[in-house]
């Protein structure tokens, strides 16, 4: 499907299907960027899609498995030009490190990591032929200074932050900018997921609100609104950085 006009940029966005993913599709619809949202769930996606297009925006979408190398390079061959990239796909489950196995890593890992490096490196070769590109990654603050029962994911968050920041500087003389966005505790199917599994999810809610110094959690239009910035051209000179979206939770 071919919905670039000449002059609209176009977006690649991963985890569309819920959440933050689907928030910043519809944020990037409403600034007049053509979207391709991206999921393993097609009824996600298809809910995506008709809350951005009921706004008059362009989006289509297309299932994608982030964890699949030749699945990654197929989606994003077929939809051709990409200008931004949000890798947005993400899953956690809280559990105490040393009940974790190697199982649990490495989907976690997989997922959270590994796919984003798969995304980016199939996305990156047509920005740097037309010098021009925005890659903003959705990583967490539990990956900026740690978060009880969530260690393995953590650590995959700190190194997708610290992934951004290199690609930033090997990027940068290609007219690319890469920035990653620190969601704090966000209102999220995922999280409900989290807490719904967790033994006294009514408690850890309270926690993790009282926790934010605005007393409240995220909602992923937040989230959205920092993504649509750092894909603007008023954004052009801004590339390696860290933003968190928390409520002031963390502050650096």
Do not use: H
């Not at 289509?60 to 990409?82: A, C, P, R, Y």
């Not at 239009?221 to 920092?226: H, I, L, P, R």
């Amino acid at each position: 499907m071919q919905i670039r006009p000449e002059q609209t940029r176009t977006a690649l966005i991963t985890g569309a299907g819920s959440g933050i993913g689907r928030a910043i599709c519809q944020s990037l619809g409403s600034d007049g960027i053509a979207v391709v949202a991206t999921d393993i769930s097609q009824a996600g996606l298809d809910e995506t899609v008709r809350l951005v297009t009921s706004d008059g925006a362009q989006c289509e979408s297309k299932l994608m498995d982030v964890t699949d190398s030749d699945d990654v390079k197929q989606t994003v061959t077929e939809t051709g030009e990409i200008d931004i990239l949000v890798n947005c796909a993400g899953w956690d489950a809280l559990m105490p490190f040393l009940e974790t196995d190697e199982a649990f890593w490495d989907r976690v890992i997989n997922l959270n990591f590994k796919g984003t490096l798969r995304v980016t490196q199939a996305a990156l070769p047509g920005m740097v032929d037309r010098q021009w590109g925005r890659v903003v990654n959705i990583a967490s603050d539990a990956g900026r200074v740690g978060s009880a029962l969530e260690a393995v994911y953590s650590g995959a968050k700190g190194g997708l932050i610290a992934f951004s920041k290199t690609i930033a500087r090997e990027m940068v003389r290609y007219g690319i900018t890469v920035n990653s966005v620190c969601p704090g505790p966000t209102d999220t199917a995922l999280l409900e997921e989290i807490i719904d599994a967790s033994i006294d999810g009514s408690r850890v809610i309270e926690a993790m609100t009282r926790s934010v110094p605005m007393r409240r959690l995220g909602k992923p239009e937040d989230v959205a609104a920092a993504v649509s910035f750092l894909v603007s051209e008023k954004a052009g000179y801004i590339t390696g950085q860290t933003l968190s979206v928390s409520g002031g939770l963390t502050m650096a």
